[in-house]
């Protein structure tokens, strides 16, 4: 109300509740009077009084300072009520985040003459571990059998700490309720509650389970407008023989499926209904899959959100769904792999935005990353190249025709620097993955490497282009490549001749085709790369030679787990004048990449104790590969089997290792820091049973 206004006992009560609710006053009252000037309003109030003096009492884990922090009152302030209690929960949820879960915050006043003076009392109650887990109702499943499904342990020094967390908590009880649906026993409910345990002083756990009866499947029907024949909706299912245990999960996947299986025909609206019916005995119960297809949904516009600095045509290219083509999830999905790829973004959001009855706007929604640039400063330490330092400047969404901020353009640029004990170089790279907006990658590398490998040093100084045409799984690139070798400090006898400088003019061919879900982490999918480099001859220089090299990788999903195979497999021969494949172009083999448990460069033809290299190579890993926190870290058991000979009319045996590693991917570093031990199963009697393989960066 204001003072002219209309008056209105109703607003005026609203008035009041507002004035009370602000937690400044203790008493809020009104008062009306009539003159003939009209009606005067009066507001009583009672402040509350000043706050003098705070105090905490019971308080160790935290200091009073980080308190009174928390707790959001100071002295001299109004007492406020409201505010008062919102940092007593603030405090709560401090003490919580520390793990103690069950400490009480309360307070009281103490009333003076000039304000009151404020105690806080805590009662910390100590950081309790999980002492007992104990079950009740379970008749199928043993109690060890449902506490090994936990998240939550018991404490057993020194081994599990038996760690208390409410979220947890919360989780195992879906756990244990979805393994009960899992196994059948559709009605199943789980419970718990949490207690002190009077004898340990600890955590008591108690999870009281209703089984209820185990169900298996009947038949299984379709219903509807199926469009198709109901037995290629049969082969979607994962729940789909009869006498099956009904498996809530395979149910809710068969939901899943068949929508996934329609939508992917572009019937984006389709509803998929379960109906459950009673079957020919009490346990047993039927499925009719009810199935309403709706209408086939085409693009419209593809409309960009979200984007600063990177172009809408960036975007755009990797959207896999044109406007008039039908909308699939699978489209869809390959199109938000695709930008996730990129690495530009912290968020992407694709979805369709229904215009008509049978059309959409595809919408990509992104939340661009700060940066997309890197300055990195690092060391790091390999098995193949010890101790190295490096300088990075590399920016990914670079743009050459935008200054000065020459970004957003989608093509990216490189200049870094290694300089360590066994190598240093120099390399600027620069690609444009769109030349002239069309599928075609144009780009160039200039670099200057020296290794000083104990036996012989090996100096390069030279320059590549790049070129190639891509396809939607597969891509054909050339690359040319002119080099001044040097080869100095040699110490292995039979080569002592290759010492001295040399010219390396090359084309290399290389066809790839990719089926891999996602290009960074992928978890399922197909790739190969075949590539052939001609040096020489024709080409003029100093050295001739034909060299293939195929790769293969395999990814295949096995539940948390994901099973990898990489082959690889190369050969290398001298042609035209050249007698001999000097031992730079060799292949070595032994640690990360061939066989590992074996030491690097330790495979194949030596000369007594040096390594020669070979002309034929052949590597196959076998790994599994688990996540161990998100797409970041993963832990890894792997068995390698390869080798490396004279030439492949040499071949004889294979050299077998086993082991286990971690491998961590970090998004701005360009290759993964991997740590493994393995373990030589055809070491010979100079060679150790086992040793580390490491290759990693640190950056600061």
Known sequence: MKPGGQFNEGILREDIKKIAESGFFSSVSYEIESSDKGIDVKVIVVENPVVKN??????????????????????????????????????????????????????????????????????????????????????????????????????????????????????????????????????????????????????????????????????????????????????????????????????????????????????????????????????????????????????????????????DKVIRREVKILPGDKITSEKLQKSFNNLFDLNYFDKINIYPEFTGVNTADIVVDVEEKEKTGIFLIGGGYSSVDDVVGMISISQSNFDITNPPKFVGGGQSISLMTQLGTEVDSYKLSFTEPYFLDKPVWFGFDLYRMRKFLSDYTDQRTGGALRIGRRWEKSSLGLTGRIEEITLSDIDIPSITSQEGDYRKNSITGTFLYSALDRKRSPNRGIRYEVSVEYSGDILGGDVNFLKPVLENDIYYPLGKWTFHSKTYAGAVEAIGDTEEVPIYEKF?????????????????????????????????????????????????????????????????????????????????????????????????DDEPESRWHIGMWFGF
Request: proline fraction near 3%.
């Open 588 to 684: 070595f083999g032994g640690g990360i990449g061939t066989v590992r448990g074996y030491q690097e460069r330790s495979l194949g033809p030596k000369d007594g104790d040096y390594p020669l290299g070979g002309q034929a190579i052949f590597a196959q890993n076998f790994e599994l590969i688990y996540p161990l926190y998100q797409d970041i870290l993963k832990g890894v058991l792997f068995f390698d089997i390869g080798n490396v000979w004279e030439d492949w009319d040499s071949i004889d045996e294979l050299r077998k290792g086993v082991g286990a590693g971690i491998k961590v991917v970090i998004p701005f570093l360009n290759a993964p820091i991997e740590i493994y031990y393995g373990y030589a199963l055809d070491r010979k």
């Open 54 to 311: 705070i105090y905490f009492k019971g308080n160790n884990v935290f200091k009073t300072k980080d308190l009174i922090e928390y707790l959001g009152v100071n002295k001299g302030d109004i007492l406020n009520e409201i505010k008062l209690l919102s940092g007593v929960e603030k405090i709560k949820e401090k003490y919580k985040e520390k793990q103690f879960y069950f400490a009480e915050v309360d307070y009281d006043t103490m009333e003076k003459e000039d304000g009151v003076i404020l105690n806080v009392l805590i009662n910390e109650q100590g950081r309790r571990y999980v002492s007992r887990i104990v079950f009740k109702g379970n008749k199928v499943f043993s109690d060890s059998r449902l506490r090994g499904l936990m998240k939550i342990k018991q404490r057993n020094m020194p081994f599990i700490r038996g760690s208390f967390k409410p979220d947890l908590f919360e989780k195992d009880i879906r756990i244990l309720e979805n393994f009960y649906k899992e196994n059948g026993f559709l009605n199943a409910k789980v419970g718990g509650v949490v207690s002190i345990d009077t004898k340990s002083k600890g955590l008591k756990i108690e999870i009281s389970v209703n089984e209820g009866n185990k169900y298996y499947v009947g038949d299984i029907r379709f219903e509807g407008n199926l469009l198709v024949d109901d037995k290629e909706l049969r082969n979607k299912l994962s729940l789909k023989k009869k006498g099956d245990i009904f498996n809530r999960k395979f149910a809710d996947e068969n939901l899943r499926n068949l929508s996934v299986f329609y939508i992917n025909r572009g019937h984006l609206k389709v509803k998929v209904s379960e109906i459950p019916i009673a079957g020919e005995k009490p346990d047993v119960i039927d499925i009719v899959y009810s199935i309403e297809p709706g209408n086939v949904y085409t693009a419209g516009e593809i409309i960009v959100r979200g984007n600063y600095k990177t172009k």
